[in-house]
């Protein structure tokens, strides 16, 4: 019976109309789309770009080969890429099937081998939220050869008579710790700032003194100035010889001849003489401050005894607006540490030369680190500073979609971003999607001085040629009329004024203005419709009458009702209206803070008065920042800014997709969608609906009074065809909620039932 009622609901899920259909999971990640610029392809184009990068290296794939880890922590967002280059000349490729084995991370990741297995583990701040910690987990090899992890647990110490134990290691918010193994006896030790952020509190592994086996940590905090230095936040210099003699009286053992310590930014030994001096990192500077070690003239006692308050004032000194951090790595796999600088802040902080490069030309014994690129890996990158949105057009009337990205705009040394337009020039062929840089500053958009270009094209003058219209940050529009003599020939925008409606008034439609040119009420004539940072849709119709006339009516300050990332604060709804499957149907698509995609039907029609019922809360389960899979909501501020087009001209729809740290993904179609072409007599799934789907712990379900020819049955089945859950709901009700909180994840089946009428809905629960 389970096989033949499977077998029905499959027929069913075939036969209905795909114009309100849930899909599933259309698409996929598309990361061997080739990307070059400047006769270079790039080996990471699709990676998402970086603000606030956090560097580490271990093997991913067990391999034998050191990969790269980088960590964004405002958007929580761990991103791996494979080394498939060779010694001292590494390649890293974008390979993000990796990052999925790694747990959710907090404000910093270190890869630290600290049981000395010849696998990396991992060290964050763990789920403590603003509580200080460090979570130590043991790295593994699955059968995959893939890198795992595996929860050791939270580090903590017993040995301070002023506290209460246990207490974990302190690592204060937006620091970030050195653990290095500071004594020489091959176990991994913690340095740390003091909560109140003038004093090194250095915590010592006693695993090696307590001959306990090498998969053991065990804390103690052993020094509460470690390498005998304070530092005052308003002033650049150390203060140097400095005791702590009295903050140390509570600490059992107490500290001796034997103490050591590290530091809490980059310990690195820079001189090569042994010890640990260190880079310190400060908030309030934007440079970096180098402390040397003295160990060596101190009696064996960390003591830092000169230092540089502004690091490399000689050469070329490591320069960020904002919180400057430095990590010691061998970047570029020659056996010789280098250093890399990125902001540790995300105001007013470098957004695309945001990453120094300083390789060492000398040795480990003789370190010399030479300063290379303030865009290191970035030029492997498609990034555009900050909130990307690509635009997909065919510029050059060669048939192919080209590729454009706008973004909030690139950080200025004023403070603030500056917006250019990137155009890439589509060279793909069947199957194979290729793009090419053509101009890193289009129609010179740069000189404008804009913060905030989202781009749209489409005739909004009613000439028969294509403008084009950039929305700001400010919510503002800018309008570029197309002066070329035809529609055939490539667009030239020379022109350009602020956007204003048929009165004259600017259009304005509150911060993070995205635009899209579409025709809603299927007159003939192109629309706009403009997203905004509070996660609504504006609809301004054209009423323009005569070719040339730019004539824009507000006519809904709420499209379709929809808002998406509804109770959040900053929703930025990024709107796409077109097709997007091999259905060949118009769909509303919606980009949004949280990164997750929203797709809205209803539409077609041509009535912008009407609300339009949402079919995805997570279409194709496409989440730009894992917010779904790390458990985040809409405060994980990635973004989703989506493109769709045939880029390669395979019949297959395929979808780029701009996030918050100026960034691309891509997508392609994987799934041909049921078309139909015979629905059973009976079925109208038009006329119900559900959202979210997928669904977590509340199922809103609603039909139109077409629908109902009495009362209103709802099942919701297994893939099996057991029945999960239902409820009757009494005429003229035109909507209810269930709960849904005890269903496992997976697929199920939402049945409709009234009267004669029956419709037959997919639904996804996520946990």
């Given at each position: 019976?389970?096989?033949f009622?499977?077998?029905?609901?499959?027929?069913?899920?075939?036969?209905?109309?795909?114009?309100?259909?849930?899909?599933?999971?259309v698409?996929?990640?598309?990361?061997?789309?080739?990307?070059i610029?400047?006769?270079?392809?790039?080996?990471?184009?699709?990676?998402?770009?970086?603000?606030?990068?956090?560097?580490?290296?271990?093997?991913?794939?067990?391999?034998?080969?050191?990969?790269?880890?980088?960590?964004?922590?405002?958007?929580?967002?761990?991103?791996t890429?494979?080394?498939?280059?060779?010694?001292?000349?590494?390649?890293?490729?974008?390979?993000?099937?990796?990052?999925l084995?790694?747990?959710?991370?907090?404000?910093?990741l270190?890869?630290?081998?600290?049981?000395?297995?010849?696998?990396?583990?991992?060290?964050?701040?763990?789920?403590?939220?603003?509580?200080?910690?460090?979570?130590?987990?043991?790295?593994?090899?699955?059968?995959?050869?893939?890198?795992?992890?595996?929860?050791?647990?939270?580090?903590?110490?017993?040995?301070?008579?002023?506290?209460?134990?246990?207490v974990?290691?302190?690592?204060?918010?937006?620091?970030?710790?050195?653990?290095?193994?500071?004594?020489?006896?091959?176990?991994?030790?913690?340095?740390?700032?003091?909560?109140?952020?003038?004093?090194?509190?250095?915590?010592?592994?006693?695993?090696?003194?307590?001959?306990?086996?090498?998969?053991?940590?065990?804390?103690?905090?052993?020094?509460?100035?470690?390498?005998?230095?304070?530092?005052?936040?308003?002033?650049?210099?150390?203060?140097?010889q400095?005791?702590?003699?009295?903050?140390?009286?509570?600490?059992?053992?107490?500290?001796?001849?034997?103490?050591?310590?590290?530091?809490?930014?980059?310990?690195?030994?820079?001189?090569?003489?042994?010890?640990?001096?260190?880079?310190?990192?400060?908030?309030?500077?934007?440079d970096?401050?180098?402390?040397?070690?003295?160990?060596?003239?101190?009696g064996?006692?960390?003591?830092?005894?000169?230092?540089?308050?502004?690091?490399?004032?000689?050469?070329?000194?490591?320069?960020?607006?904002?919180?400057?951090?430095?990590?010691?790595?061998?970047?570029?796999?020659?056996?010789?540490?280098?250093?890399?600088v990125?902001?540790?802040?995300?105001a007013?902080?470098?957004?695309?030369?945001?990453i120094?490069?300083?390789?060492?030309?000398?040795?480990?014994?003789?370190?010399?680190?030479?300063?290379?690129?303030d865009?290191?890996?970035?030029?492997?990158?498609?990034?555009?500073?900050?909130?990307?949105?690509?635009?997909?057009?065919?510029?050059?009337?060669?048939?192919?979609?080209?590729l454009?990205?706008?973004?909030?705009?690139y950080?200025?040394?004023?403070?603030?971003?500056r917006?250019?337009?990137?155009?890439?020039?589509?060279?793909?062929?069947?199957?194979h999607?290729?793009?090419?840089?053509?101009?890193?500053?289009?129609?010179?958009?740069?000189?404008l001085?804009l913060?905030?270009?989202?781009?749209?094209v489409?005739?909004?003058?009613?000439?028969?040629?294509?403008?084009?219209?950039?929305?700001?940050?400010?919510g503002?529009?800018?309008?570029?009329?197309?002066?070329?003599?035809?529609?055939?020939?490539p667009?030239?925008?020379?022109?350009?004024?602020?956007?204003?409606?048929h009165?004259?008034?600017?259009?304005?439609?509150?911060?993070n203005?995205?635009?899209?040119?579409?025709?809603l009420?299927?007159?003939?004539?192109?629309?706009?419709?403009?997203?905004?940072?509070?996660?609504?849709?504006?609809?301004?119709?054209?009423?323009?009458?005569?070719?040339?006339?730019l004539?824009?009516?507000?006519?809904?300050s709420?499209?379709?009702n929809?808002?998406?990332?509804?109770g959040?604060?900053?929703?930025?709804?990024?709107?796409?209206?077109?097709?997007?499957?091999?259905?060949?149907?118009?769909?509303?698509?919606?980009?949004?803070?949280?990164?997750?995609?929203?797709?809205y039907?209803g539409?077609?029609?041509g009535?912008?008065?009407?609300?339009?019922?949402?079919i995805?809360s997570?279409?194709?389960?496409?989440?730009?920042?894992?917010?779904?899979?790390?458990?985040?909501?809409?405060?994980?501020y990635?973004?989703?800014?989506?493109?769709?087009?045939?880029?390669?001209?395979?019949?297959?729809?395929?979808?780029?997709?701009?996030?918050?740290?100026?960034?691309?993904?891509i997508?392609?179609?994987?799934l041909?969608?049921?078309?139909?072409?015979?629905p059973?007599?009976?079925?109208?799934?038009?006329?119900?609906?559900?959202?979210?789907?997928?669904?977590?712990d509340?199922?809103y379900?609603?039909?139109?009074?077409?629908?109902?020819?009495?009362?209103?049955q709802?099942?919701?089945?297994?893939?099996?065809?057991?029945?999960?859950?239902?409820?009757?709901?009494?005429?003229?009700?035109?909507g209810?909620?269930?709960?849904?909180?005890?269903?496992a994840?997976?697929?199920?089946?939402c049945?409709?039932?009234?009267?004669?009428?029956?419709?037959?809905?997919?639904?996804?629960?996520?946990?």
């Amino acid at each position: 019976m389970r096989y033949f009622y499977s077998l029905s609901f499959l027929f069913l899920l075939l036969a209905q109309d795909a114009g309100a259909q849930y899909q599933g999971q259309v698409y996929e990640r598309n990361d061997s789309a080739v990307v070059i610029a400047n006769m270079h392809q790039k080996s990471m184009p699709w990676c998402g770009g970086v603000n606030n990068p956090q560097f580490a290296t271990g093997d991913l794939n067990n391999d034998g080969k050191a990969d790269l880890v980088i960590f964004e922590r405002f958007s929580y967002q761990v991103k791996t890429f494979i080394n498939t280059g060779t010694t001292g000349n590494p390649v890293y490729v974008y390979a993000p099937k990796y990052a999925l084995n790694f747990p959710r991370i907090n404000e910093y990741l270190k890869l630290e081998d600290y049981n000395r297995d010849g696998i990396p583990d991992l060290l964050h701040k763990g789920d403590g939220g603003y509580l200080p910690g460090v979570y130590a987990y043991r790295g593994y090899y699955n059968a995959d050869n893939e890198l795992c992890f595996n929860l050791y647990k939270a580090l903590s110490y017993d040995n301070d008579l002023s506290a209460v134990p246990p207490v974990q290691v302190n690592v204060n918010n937006a620091d970030i710790p050195a653990m290095v193994d500071i004594d020489g006896d091959g176990d991994l030790d913690i340095v740390s700032y003091s909560s109140l952020g003038n004093n090194l509190f250095f915590y010592k592994n006693y695993q090696a003194e307590m001959a306990l086996p090498t998969d053991s940590i065990v804390i103690k905090l052993r020094d509460k100035c470690w390498g005998k230095v304070s530092q005052n936040t308003v002033h650049r210099s150390h203060i140097l010889q400095f005791s702590c003699e009295a903050d140390n009286s509570t600490l059992l053992p107490k500290p001796g001849a034997d103490r050591h310590g590290n530091n809490a930014v980059c310990l690195l030994d820079a001189d090569g003489d042994g010890d640990y001096d260190y880079l310190d990192g400060n908030a309030s500077f934007p440079d970096l401050q180098y402390l040397m070690n003295g160990k060596a003239q101190n009696g064996g006692l960390d003591s830092m005894v000169y230092q540089d308050t502004l690091w490399q004032k000689n050469g070329v000194q490591a320069h960020m607006p904002n919180y400057p951090v430095a990590y010691w790595l061998d970047i570029d796999q020659d056996g010789n540490k280098d250093i890399l600088v990125a902001p540790h802040s995300e105001a007013s902080s470098e957004n695309y030369k945001c990453i120094l490069y300083y390789r060492n030309t000398g040795t480990m014994t003789n370190p010399v680190f030479t300063y290379q690129s303030d865009s290191f890996l970035i030029q492997d990158m498609i990034d555009a500073g900050t909130g990307a949105y690509p635009m997909l057009y065919d510029y050059d009337k060669d048939g192919k979609p080209d590729l454009f990205v706008g973004s909030d705009g690139y950080f200025q040394a004023n403070g603030t971003l500056r917006s250019r337009l990137l155009y890439y020039k589509n060279n793909s062929s069947p199957g194979h999607i290729s793009f090419t840089l053509q101009d890193n500053d289009f129609n010179y958009i740069n000189n404008l001085n804009l913060m905030g270009a989202a781009p749209t094209v489409g005739d909004l003058d009613n000439d028969g040629k294509d403008d084009m219209v950039l929305g700001q940050s400010n919510g503002t529009l800018t309008f570029f009329t197309n002066t070329a003599s035809n529609a055939s020939l490539p667009p030239q925008w020379p022109v350009h004024t602020a956007l204003r409606d048929h009165n004259n008034a600017l259009i304005n439609a509150g911060n993070n203005a995205a635009p899209f040119i579409y025709d809603l009420n299927r007159d003939g004539k192109k629309d706009l419709v403009i997203g905004n940072e509070y996660g609504t849709l504006i609809y301004y119709e054209n009423v323009g009458t005569v070719p040339g006339q730019l004539m824009l009516q507000l006519k809904n300050s709420q499209l379709g009702n929809i808002t998406v990332d509804a109770g959040h604060l900053q929703a930025n709804a990024v709107p796409y209206i077109g097709k997007m499957d091999n259905t060949g149907i118009d769909y509303l698509v919606c980009g949004s803070n949280s990164g997750v995609l929203y797709r809205y039907d209803g539409f077609q029609s041509g009535n912008t008065a009407i609300s339009y019922p949402m079919i995805d809360s997570a279409y194709s389960f496409i989440d730009t920042a894992y917010a779904r899979y790390y458990g985040y909501s809409a405060n994980a501020y990635q973004r989703s800014a989506p493109a769709i087009a045939d880029i390669d001209g395979d019949g297959n729809y395929d979808m780029i997709i701009g996030n918050l740290l100026g960034g691309l993904t891509i997508y392609r179609q994987a799934l041909n969608v049921p078309v139909n072409t015979s629905p059973l007599s009976g079925n109208s799934n038009k006329d119900v609906r559900l959202y979210p789907n997928p669904a977590k712990d509340i199922l809103y379900c609603s039909w139109d009074k077409s629908f109902l020819q009495s009362g209103i049955q709802i099942t919701i089945y297994d893939m099996a065809g057991q029945k999960m859950l239902q409820a009757n709901i009494a005429a003229p009700a035109s909507g209810t909620d269930l709960a849904v909180h005890e269903l496992a994840t997976g697929v199920y089946f939402c049945e409709f039932r009234s009267g004669s009428n029956r419709a037959v809905i997919p639904l996804s629960i996520y946990r």
